[in-house]
Protein backbone atom coordinates (compact mmCIF):
# COMPACT_ATOMS: atom_id res chain seq x y z
CA UNK A 1 0.00 0.00 0.00
CA UNK A 2 1.21 2.93 -1.32
CA UNK A 3 2.24 6.22 1.21
CA UNK A 4 -1.16 8.34 -0.24
CA UNK A 5 -3.57 5.29 0.01
CA UNK A 6 -2.39 4.66 3.74
CA UNK A 7 -2.74 8.57 4.30
CA UNK A 8 -6.51 8.42 2.57
CA UNK A 9 -7.62 5.45 4.82
CA UNK A 10 -6.19 6.93 8.19
CA UNK A 11 -8.04 10.20 7.27
CA UNK A 12 -11.51 7.88 6.54
CA UNK A 13 -10.93 6.79 10.04
CA UNK A 14 -11.00 9.70 11.62
CA UNK A 15 -13.81 10.83 9.88
CA UNK A 16 -15.42 7.68 11.44
CA UNK A 17 -14.73 8.48 14.34
CA UNK A 18 -15.41 11.87 14.19
CA UNK A 19 -19.00 11.40 12.97
CA UNK A 20 -19.54 8.25 15.92
CA UNK A 21 -18.45 11.35 18.38
CA UNK A 22 -20.84 13.51 16.71
CA UNK A 23 -23.90 10.66 16.50
CA UNK A 24 -23.34 10.01 20.34
CA UNK A 25 -23.34 13.92 21.72
CA UNK A 26 -26.72 14.34 19.46
CA UNK A 27 -28.17 11.72 20.54
CA UNK A 28 -27.58 12.36 24.27
CA UNK A 29 -28.72 16.34 23.86
CA UNK A 30 -31.84 15.03 22.04
CA UNK A 31 -32.35 12.12 25.09
CA UNK A 32 -31.66 15.21 27.51
CA UNK A 33 -34.06 17.70 25.76
CA UNK A 34 -37.22 15.08 25.56
CA UNK A 35 -36.25 14.29 28.80
CA UNK A 36 -37.18 18.11 30.48
CA UNK A 37 -39.51 18.92 27.95
CA UNK A 38 -41.93 16.20 26.72
CA UNK A 39 -42.16 14.46 23.73
CA UNK A 40 -45.13 16.53 21.71
CA UNK A 41 -45.09 17.68 18.11
CA UNK A 42 -44.16 20.87 18.78
CA UNK A 43 -40.87 19.81 20.96
CA UNK A 44 -39.90 17.47 17.96
CA UNK A 45 -40.34 20.49 15.46
CA UNK A 46 -37.94 22.53 17.99
CA UNK A 47 -35.30 19.71 17.74
CA UNK A 48 -35.75 19.52 14.06
CA UNK A 49 -35.20 23.23 14.19
CA UNK A 50 -31.85 22.60 16.30
CA UNK A 51 -30.50 19.84 13.88
CA UNK A 52 -31.02 21.46 11.08
CA UNK A 53 -29.24 25.07 12.39
CA UNK A 54 -26.13 22.61 13.01
CA UNK A 55 -26.28 21.03 9.47
CA UNK A 56 -23.04 21.88 7.39
CA UNK A 57 -23.50 24.41 4.57
CA UNK A 58 -23.56 22.59 1.14
CA UNK A 59 -20.24 22.27 -0.53
CA UNK A 60 -19.20 25.17 -2.60
CA UNK A 61 -18.50 22.58 -5.20
CA UNK A 62 -22.38 21.50 -5.47
CA UNK A 63 -24.09 21.68 -8.74
CA UNK A 64 -27.05 21.98 -6.95
CA UNK A 65 -28.87 24.94 -7.76
CA UNK A 66 -32.72 26.52 -8.09
CA UNK A 67 -34.90 24.57 -10.32
CA UNK A 68 -32.81 21.31 -10.19
CA UNK A 69 -35.02 18.58 -9.40
CA UNK A 70 -33.63 15.62 -10.92
CA UNK A 71 -33.39 14.21 -7.10
CA UNK A 72 -37.37 15.21 -6.62
CA UNK A 73 -38.15 12.15 -8.51
CA UNK A 74 -36.66 9.29 -6.10
CA UNK A 75 -38.00 8.07 -2.72
CA UNK A 76 -36.72 9.53 0.37
CA UNK A 77 -36.88 7.42 3.67
CA UNK A 78 -36.73 9.51 6.33
CA UNK A 79 -37.82 9.20 10.45
CA UNK A 80 -41.27 9.62 12.10
CA UNK A 81 -40.20 12.67 14.36
CA UNK A 82 -39.46 14.60 10.81
CA UNK A 83 -42.63 12.92 9.25
CA UNK A 84 -45.25 14.34 12.00
CA UNK A 85 -43.02 17.87 12.25
CA UNK A 86 -43.40 18.50 8.29
CA UNK A 87 -47.07 17.24 7.98
CA UNK A 88 -47.85 19.88 10.80
CA UNK A 89 -45.83 22.56 9.64
CA UNK A 90 -47.55 22.24 6.10
CA UNK A 91 -50.77 21.56 7.18
CA UNK A 92 -50.09 24.94 9.42
CA UNK A 93 -49.36 27.19 6.43
CA UNK A 94 -50.87 26.38 3.19
CA UNK A 95 -54.34 27.58 1.98
CA UNK A 96 -57.13 24.95 1.34
CA UNK A 97 -56.93 24.55 -2.30
CA UNK A 98 -53.14 23.86 -1.90
CA UNK A 99 -54.14 20.74 0.72
CA UNK A 100 -56.65 19.33 -1.71
CA UNK A 101 -54.67 19.92 -4.50
CA UNK A 102 -51.37 17.67 -2.64
CA UNK A 103 -53.98 15.22 -2.19
CA UNK A 104 -55.01 14.82 -5.79
CA UNK A 105 -51.34 14.21 -6.24
CA UNK A 106 -50.54 11.57 -3.20
CA UNK A 107 -53.53 10.30 -5.09
CA UNK A 108 -51.72 10.05 -8.21
CA UNK A 109 -48.39 8.83 -6.76
CA UNK A 110 -50.46 5.75 -5.14
CA UNK A 111 -51.79 4.43 -7.79
CA UNK A 112 -48.32 4.22 -9.20
CA UNK A 113 -47.00 1.05 -7.26
CA UNK A 114 -45.78 0.95 -3.92
CA UNK A 115 -44.48 3.94 -2.65
CA UNK A 116 -41.83 2.29 -0.37
CA UNK A 117 -39.88 0.52 -3.42
CA UNK A 118 -37.23 2.44 -5.05
CA UNK A 119 -37.61 0.89 -8.72
CA UNK A 120 -41.50 2.26 -8.66
CA UNK A 121 -40.26 5.75 -8.60
CA UNK A 122 -37.00 5.72 -11.01
CA UNK A 123 -38.93 3.49 -13.14
CA UNK A 124 -41.96 5.64 -13.08
CA UNK A 125 -40.07 8.93 -12.88
CA UNK A 126 -42.41 9.89 -10.01
CA UNK A 127 -42.02 13.77 -9.08
CA UNK A 128 -42.22 14.42 -5.41
CA UNK A 129 -45.88 16.07 -4.54
CA UNK A 130 -43.90 18.95 -2.92
CA UNK A 131 -42.17 19.86 -6.32
CA UNK A 132 -44.05 23.54 -7.37
CA UNK A 133 -44.40 25.03 -11.13
CA UNK A 134 -40.76 26.49 -11.02
CA UNK A 135 -39.32 22.87 -9.70
CA UNK A 136 -38.98 24.70 -6.23
CA UNK A 137 -39.47 23.41 -2.81
CA UNK A 138 -42.83 23.71 -0.91
CA UNK A 139 -41.13 22.40 1.80
CA UNK A 140 -37.82 23.71 1.91
CA UNK A 141 -37.55 24.88 5.31
CA UNK A 142 -38.41 21.84 6.53
CA UNK A 143 -37.20 19.49 4.35
CA UNK A 144 -35.94 15.58 5.81
CA UNK A 145 -32.37 15.70 6.64
CA UNK A 146 -31.95 12.91 3.38
CA UNK A 147 -33.36 15.76 1.25
CA UNK A 148 -30.63 18.24 3.05
CA UNK A 149 -27.86 15.46 2.65
CA UNK A 150 -28.10 14.66 -0.96
CA UNK A 151 -26.09 16.54 -3.63
CA UNK A 152 -24.04 16.22 -6.65
CA UNK A 153 -20.95 17.44 -7.85
CA UNK A 154 -22.08 17.16 -11.43
CA UNK A 155 -25.26 17.64 -12.67
CA UNK A 156 -25.51 16.14 -15.92
CA UNK A 157 -24.85 12.51 -13.71
CA UNK A 158 -28.36 13.61 -12.09
CA UNK A 159 -29.68 14.26 -15.66
CA UNK A 160 -28.42 10.79 -16.89
CA UNK A 161 -30.00 8.65 -13.88
CA UNK A 162 -33.31 10.64 -14.67
CA UNK A 163 -33.23 9.79 -18.48
CA UNK A 164 -32.08 6.31 -18.00
CA UNK A 165 -34.53 5.18 -14.99
CA UNK A 166 -31.38 3.29 -14.04
CA UNK A 167 -28.91 3.93 -10.75
CA UNK A 168 -25.56 5.70 -12.18
CA UNK A 169 -22.45 6.96 -9.70
CA UNK A 170 -23.21 10.21 -8.76
CA UNK A 171 -20.30 12.70 -7.69
CA UNK A 172 -20.20 13.55 -4.33
CA UNK A 173 -18.87 14.10 -0.66
CA UNK A 174 -19.68 11.42 1.38
CA UNK A 175 -18.83 12.53 4.82
CA UNK A 176 -21.22 15.66 4.16
CA UNK A 177 -24.07 12.90 3.52
CA UNK A 178 -23.35 11.22 6.78
CA UNK A 179 -23.02 14.17 9.19
CA UNK A 180 -26.28 15.38 7.84
CA UNK A 181 -28.01 11.92 7.44
CA UNK A 182 -27.20 11.14 10.98
CA UNK A 183 -29.80 13.63 12.89
CA UNK A 184 -32.57 11.05 11.49
CA UNK A 185 -30.45 7.96 12.29
CA UNK A 186 -30.03 9.51 16.06
CA UNK A 187 -34.32 10.67 15.95
CA UNK A 188 -34.93 6.66 14.72
CA UNK A 189 -32.64 4.97 17.66
CA UNK A 190 -33.97 7.41 20.80
CA UNK A 191 -37.42 7.40 19.97
CA UNK A 192 -36.78 3.47 19.60
CA UNK A 193 -34.76 3.41 23.36
CA UNK A 194 -38.12 5.47 24.77
CA UNK A 195 -40.18 2.92 24.10
CA UNK A 196 -41.74 4.04 20.48
CA UNK A 197 -42.57 2.74 17.10
CA UNK A 198 -39.14 3.67 15.47
CA UNK A 199 -37.92 2.84 12.04
CA UNK A 200 -37.31 4.60 9.23
CA UNK A 201 -40.05 5.44 6.50
CA UNK A 202 -41.01 6.19 3.19
CA UNK A 203 -41.21 9.71 3.35
CA UNK A 204 -43.86 10.02 0.84
CA UNK A 205 -46.21 7.11 1.86
CA UNK A 206 -45.89 8.02 5.53
CA UNK A 207 -47.31 11.80 4.44
CA UNK A 208 -49.79 10.28 2.38
CA UNK A 209 -50.94 8.07 5.58
CA UNK A 210 -51.36 11.49 7.35
CA UNK A 211 -53.02 13.36 4.84
CA UNK A 212 -55.91 11.00 5.10
CA UNK A 213 -55.90 10.28 8.91
CA UNK A 214 -53.69 13.12 10.54
CA UNK A 215 -54.84 11.42 13.70
CA UNK A 216 -52.26 9.00 13.27
CA UNK A 217 -49.85 11.65 14.68
CA UNK A 218 -51.47 11.79 18.19
CA UNK A 219 -52.08 7.77 18.20
CA UNK A 220 -47.67 7.53 17.38
CA UNK A 221 -47.32 9.70 20.15
CA UNK A 222 -49.19 7.70 22.24
CA UNK A 223 -46.63 4.73 21.16
CA UNK A 224 -48.90 3.01 18.94
CA UNK A 225 -47.30 1.09 15.79
CA UNK A 226 -49.03 3.09 13.26
CA UNK A 227 -46.68 3.62 10.19
CA UNK A 228 -45.99 0.11 9.66
CA UNK A 229 -47.52 0.27 6.02
CA UNK A 230 -44.52 2.75 5.46
CA UNK A 231 -41.73 0.73 7.13
CA UNK A 232 -38.97 0.93 4.68
CA UNK A 233 -38.14 -2.91 4.89
CA UNK A 234 -34.88 -2.97 2.33
CA UNK A 235 -32.35 -0.79 3.39
CA UNK A 236 -28.30 -0.68 4.18
CA UNK A 237 -26.49 1.28 7.19
CA UNK A 238 -28.03 5.13 6.32
CA UNK A 239 -31.15 7.11 5.04
CA UNK A 240 -31.31 6.78 1.27
CA UNK A 241 -32.45 8.93 -1.45
CA UNK A 242 -30.49 7.65 -4.15
CA UNK A 243 -29.39 4.99 -6.15
CA UNK A 244 -25.51 5.52 -5.82
CA UNK A 245 -23.16 7.89 -4.96
CA UNK A 246 -19.37 7.88 -5.83
CA UNK A 247 -17.53 9.97 -2.93
CA UNK A 248 -14.50 12.01 -3.15
CA UNK A 249 -14.12 12.69 0.42
Request: proline share 6%; aromatic share 8%; net charge neutral.
Amino acid sequence: MDRRQKQKEAQHRRGQRLLAIQSQNTAIQLAGALDHFGITKAVLGWVMNEFAKSVLPLPDEAACGAGCSWCCHLMVETSIPELLVIHEAFSAQVPPEMMIALTTRLEKLAHAGELCDEDTWSLNQLPCPFIDEANGCLIYAVRPFACRAHHSLEMESCRRGYDEKAPVLIPSFPLYRRNTELYSRVFINVMEEKGFASFSVGFIKGISMLVEKPELADAWLQKEDVFGPARVRKRGAALKISPSFEGRD
